[in-house]
């Protein structure tokens, strides 16, 4: 496996940060916004029109579905529950199941190039030392294993003494990584956590599914203040972000999105668009 500093470590990073922003590339800035955003990103960084890119989102009052979750026997029923809780739901084009995000959450976007050369492992495990080196001057507790009746579970599920409050997911698109992570930095995780348990009861209805949908306990789920015992703020977190990027490359830039990003982010975003037609 690469050593996860050689995977990150690269001479220039484009830096977006589009945790506060209304508007992205001509769309309200919400999650289906972001989805088709990373990819255009994503295939900007593959032809080497970007230089690589780190991406900062956060969405109000939202649950990202994975492909699976729109099977659902009474997805119809799922949607309509969390609707009532005004939450929007959509359906992700990257791997994983439900995740709750609100504005205690921020997103990273890890966009790399080298999809030939880099195993899914590598990636995720250079998300996951990315993570733990924000916060080593805080903690050296924080593991990567699956957690067991977390929402989204999966190997890279970041914990602190078994409470997760970080998941990983990932999306390859022509030689362009995007490698997604969401932290619970602030707010009420077990709400979000009830909130995805009871949206999975509904749109299931105990009925007998092919794929095994999770069984969301939440007092495994707990946000990074919460298990640090300090009241971290997503600013906070932001800057921590541009701090340990700082020791990985050499200079950090924003640019304007280019013309042929905007026509890649229209296309992915009707792509997202219809992927969500049917829920």
């Not at 997604?180 to 749109?203: P, V």
């Amino acid at each position: 496996m690469k050593n996860w500093k050689e995977i990150i470590r690269h001479k220039t990073f484009r830096y977006i940060d589009h945790s506060t922003a209304t508007m992205v590339a001509g769309k309200p800035n919400t999650a289906l916004a972001s989805f088709a955003m990373d990819d255009a990103l994503a295939i900007s960084v593959s032809e080497a029109a970007s230089p690589p890119v780190i991406r900062l989102w956060v969405h109000p009052d939202t649950i990202v579905l994975g492909i699976p979750d729109s099977r659902l026997p009474h997805i119809d029923a799922g949607m309509a529950f969390l609707e009532k809780k005004n939450y929007q739901g959509i359906v992700r084009n990257s791997g994983g199941l439900a995740v709750a995000l609100d504005e205690g959450v921020l997103n990273i976007s890890l966009i790399i190039p080298g999809a030939n050369d880099l195993s899914i492992y590598d990636c995720y495990e250079a998300m996951v030392q990315f993570v733990q080196a924000m916060f080593a001057d805080l903690t050296d507790a924080m593991e990567a294993y699956e957690i067991v009746g977390s929402y989204c579970p999966g190997d890279y599920d970041l914990s602190i003494n078994g409470k997760k409050f970080a998941g990983i997911s990932q999306r390859r698109v022509k030689k362009g990584i995007s490698v997604q992570i969401y932290l619970d930095i602030e707010g009420n995780s077990k709400a979000r956590a009830s909130l995805i348990r009871e949206f999975y009861h509904i749109a299931k209805q105990n009925e007998e599914t092919t794929f095994t949908y999770p069984e969301v306990t939440p007092d495994v789920m707990a946000s990074l203040s919460d298990l640090l015992g300090i009241p971290l703020t997503v600013e906070e977190v932001k800057q921590r972000v541009m701090d340990t990027l700082n020791g990985l490359t050499e200079e950090i830039i924003t640019m304007p999105m280019q013309d042929t990003e905007q026509e890649n982010f229209d296309k992915r975003y009707q792509q997202m668009i219809k992927r969500n037609e049917n829920i």
